[in-house]
């Protein structure tokens, strides 16, 4: 999940009128902050390590205080966590596996994960089918 914002930089000082008291309702998330490589850092949309970002470690004072202005203006436009994602239409995004017309489609027992990766795994899932991201079949035969 990544967000790009273009700028002009004569804009950067301008503010949104509509955009500028942008107050979230509900508390942002809690985050795990993940290593970062060297020529990134975060920064934070607010004290208290709260909305964190990640920006380039080689921005001057400047440049950093405005980008982040910029953020905080439109935070909203960021997405912090599944369920702050647009709804998103299914036949935009269903795919369909082309076979040849004589190829006849099998359907294989399937196999157990290592009980660490199966942990990992169901909270993802969890966290997709809360989003609506993904739903639930029956693959029942």
Do not use: F
């Not at 004569?10 to 500028?20: E, L």
């Amino acid at each position: 999940m990544s967000t790009h914002l273009v700028l002009d930089p004569n804009q950067v000082g301008q503010s949104d009128p509509k955009s500028t008291n942008d107050t979230s309702s509900s508390p942002p998330p809690p985050m795990e902050l993940k290593p970062l490589p060297s020529h990134l850092k975060y920064a934070y949309l607010y004290t208290e390590q709260q909305l964190p970002v990640i920006i380039a470690n080689n921005l001057q004072r400047e440049q950093e205080e405005k980008l982040l202005h910029v953020l905080r203006q439109h935070k909203k436009a960021i997405w912090w966590k599944l369920s702050d994602l647009p709804g998103t239409n299914p036949s935009t995004c269903m795919h369909r596996i082309l076979m040849e017309e004589e190829a006849q489609p099998i359907r294989k027992q399937q196999r157990r994960l290592n009980p660490t990766i199966l942990d990992v795994v169901e909270k993802e899932v969890t966290k997709l089918l809360a989003a609506r991201i993904i739903y639930p079949i029956s693959d029942n035969q």
